[in-house]
């Protein structure tokens, strides 16, 4: 609800309309009017207001927490298909279902139009649910018809928590639903866990707390969402203890994925959402693919990686020539990036896309924190750099001091030998 104006009290003075930085103010025949569409309770006006014209708007009636239950994962598609990000929040999801209860359940919700062959992708990969949502409208993402589909479902069946990815689409949509159903979102998660069971497992072990007055099956036990602070020097852990659902966006390939389980299944529940052309305010008119070379990051085992140790744009011909050597695709810093020697698209850090490659190679990179926060959880990270002291070697489980325009080749050479090695041994 937006402020309220007193009419026996106004006098036409314009003070408020000044104030207001939103425009949400005018006046007419020497009384101010609200235009609740842009009003957002910023209080601005009375403040100024010398006549105390102006009551703020009324405190949001308490949320009954209890009447919110399971995890949602927005399960993006395009064309079809199933973005890797979806696959990894239906195992996170399924990970907070059980450690918040046994009847818990993670559950899927598809968009689209012709997606009914989604499902099975979803239930093999962890969910007990799928909310299927389809109507011809929805069969390319628009923020209008997307938007307002999931909030009708949310209001129709309450999820305690709702998981998107970050990307372009889940970016888009994710803050546009919370605003909606008037709770908070959490963006860029890199860790989700359940807030009281957690505190207690912690409790129960410092003889010093006081654990009586915690109950591990409390309705507002909630999550604790953590993510990197100021430019990455901290992490920030932070909760919503009072509304619903909890909202959360999660990069891809921070979460990791369930085993697939080939014949899965669980319960489809099909929603007939309530949309009409008129609801959405654009029209697409084409959508046009990027014809350049695209690298899929997320998807990768193996990743080497340029930095501004490089020198310049054509030190990445040799991590190219590296990448296919071992089977992998090329990543770089943000220093590299900005410098011009390589697109955007490569890009690994807080910055750039998260990954969790099998091999990391990272080469010419002193290890910003920005950048370590994207690749840090690699299985396997090979620093490649002259400065022995260089912050990359905190993380590496191997590093080499030298040279790389000196050690790449050598890799390579030693890469040629074992496979000479191997075809021999196996002829």
């Known amino acids: 609800m937006a402020i309220k104006i007193i009419n026996e009290k106004c006098k036409g003075c314009?003070?408020?309309?000044?104030?207001?930085?939103?425009?949400?103010?005018?006046?007419?025949?020497?009384?101010?009017?609200?235009?609740?569409?842009?009003?957002?309770?910023?209080?601005?006006?009375?403040?100024?207001?010398?006549f105390d014209a102006i009551e703020a708007a009324p405190e949001s009636e308490a949320v009954?927490?209890?009447?919110?239950?399971?995890?949602?994962?927005?399960?993006?598609?395009?064309?079809?298909?199933?973005?890797?990000?979806?696959?990894?929040?239906?195992?996170?999801?399924?990970r907070l279902a059980k450690e918040i209860s046994d009847d818990t359940q993670v559950c899927a919700v598809l968009v689209g139009d012709g997606i009914d062959h989604l499902a099975a992708e979803c239930f093999a990969y962890g969910a007990e649910k799928v909310y299927m949502i389809q109507d011809p409208l929805l069969k390319n993402y628009t923020t209008d018809a997307y938007t307002k589909v999931l909030k009708q479902a949310?209001?129709?069946?309450?999820?305690?928590?709702?998981?998107?990815?970050?990307?372009?689409?889940?970016?888009?949509?994710?803050?546009?639903i919370a605003a909606r159903?008037?709770?908070?979102?959490?963006?860029?998660?890199?860790?989700?866990?359940?807030?009281?069971?957690?505190?207690?497992?912690?409790?129960?072990?410092?003889?010093?707390?006081?654990?009586?007055?915690?109950?591990?099956?409390?309705?507002?036990?909630?999550?604790k969402q953590t993510r990197p602070a100021f430019g990455g020097n901290l992490m920030a852990t932070i909760i919503c203890p009072r509304t619903r659902p909890q909202m959360s966006t999660v990069r891809p390939g921070v979460m990791q994925k369930r085993d697939?389980?080939?014949?899965?299944?669980?319960?489809?529940?099909?929603?007939?959402?309530?949309?009409?052309?008129?609801?959405?305010?654009?029209?697409?008119?084409?959508?046009?693919?990027?014809?350049?070379?695209?690298?899929?990051l997320?998807?990768?085992?193996?990743?080497?990686?340029?930095?501004?140790?490089?020198?310049?744009?054509?030190?990445?011909?040799?991590?190219?020539?590296?990448?296919?050597?071992?089977?992998?695709?090329?990543?770089?810093?943000?220093a590299a990036v900005d410098a011009g020697w390589i697109d955007h698209s490569h890009q690994v850090g807080q910055t750039g896309t998260t990954v969790k490659?099998?091999?990391?190679?990272?080469?010419?990179?002193s290890g910003a924190i920005q950048h370590l926060a994207g690749m840090q959880t690699s299985d396997i990270i090979v620093a490649i750099n002259k400065d022995a002291d260089a912050p990359i070697f905190e993380v590496a489980d191997y590093g080499i001091v030298g040279d790389l325009y000196k050690v790449i080749p050598e890799i390579i050479a030693e890469w040629d030998n074992a496979e000479a090695l191997y075809d021999a041994t196996t002829k």
């Open 14 to 50: 314009t003070l408020c309309v000044k104030a207001c930085p939103f425009d949400a103010l005018k006046v007419e025949n020497r009384l101010a009017i609200v235009d609740e569409g842009k009003c957002t309770n910023c209080n601005a006006c009375i403040a100024k207001c010398k």
């Open 64 to 94: 009954d927490l209890s009447a919110y239950k399971h995890v949602w994962v927005f399960a993006e598609q395009r064309d079809g298909k199933l973005m890797n990000v979806a696959l990894e929040l239906i195992g996170e999801g399924y």
């Open 154 to 176: 949310i209001d129709a069946y309450k999820p305690e928590i709702v998981l998107y990815g970050a990307t372009h689409i889940g970016r888009d949509l994710a803050p546009r």
């Open 181 to 223: 159903c008037n709770t908070g979102l959490t963006a860029d998660c890199t860790r989700l866990d359940v807030k009281v069971k957690s505190y207690i497992e912690y409790a129960n072990k410092n003889t010093t707390l006081d654990t009586s007055t915690l109950d591990p099956e409390d309705p507002s036990t909630g999550i």
């Open 260 to 296: 697939k389980v080939e014949g899965a299944t669980g319960e489809v529940v099909t929603i007939k959402p309530e949309i009409a052309a008129s609801d959405i305010h654009i029209t697409i008119k084409d959508i046009v693919k990027s014809a350049k070379e695209m690298v899929s």
């Open 298 to 334: 997320t998807d990768a085992d193996i990743i080497c990686s340029g930095g501004r140790g490089l020198g310049d744009a054509s030190g990445f011909e040799l991590i190219k020539q590296f990448a296919d050597k071992v089977g992998g695709v090329v990543g770089s810093s943000r």
């Open 357 to 365: 490659p099998k091999i990391y190679f990272a080469c010419g990179i």
